[in-house]
């Protein structure tokens, strides 16, 4: 059973940094792409950002380009995401996501099976 257990949530101001992390257990981690993704209440949940396995290939929303960084740590079976320059529109609940298998698109929500229990991030103005 894959367990995702995410962390680094909380309140920031715009223009400040933070850093989600997401522990991974349950299989190999290094073999899969790891993605994150965002809810807001009543929306649909949203691609955020994806790594490759090695972490040489990354994927970002428009949204997030040149403002967050995805990256892995695959001895600490770890995923981060660097939320720099934050918005008040990313004030959302964040998702570390894994999939059942290899992935095709690693910006697709239907591409992964495994979610974390998600990370409350509060930007404020």
């Known amino acids: 059973q894959v367990q995702l257990v995410e962390s680094g949530g909380g309140l920031v101001q715009a223009g400040d940094s933070l850093r989600l992390s997401c522990v991974a257990s349950?299989?190999?981690?290094?073999?899969?792409?790891m993605g994150w993704f965002r809810q807001t209440q009543g929306e649909e949940r949203e691609f955020v950002a994806a790594?490759?396995?090695?972490?040489?290939?990354?994927w970002y929303a428009d949204s997030v380009k040149g403002r967050f960084t995805i990256s892995r740590d695959n001895a600490k079976n770890t995923v981060f995401l660097q939320m720099n320059s934050p918005k008040p529109e990313d004030t959302a609940v964040y998702y570390c996501?894994?999939?059942?298998?290899?992935?095709?698109?690693?910006?697709?929500?239907?591409?992964?099976?495994?979610w974390g229990q998600g990370t409350q991030v509060t930007v404020s103005s």
């Open positions: 996501a894994a999939p059942v298998r290899t992935v095709i698109d690693p910006t697709e929500l239907s591409e992964y099976g495994y």
């Open positions: 790594v490759s396995w090695s972490g040489d290939n990354t």
């Open positions: 349950g299989r190999t981690f290094s073999h899969y792409a």
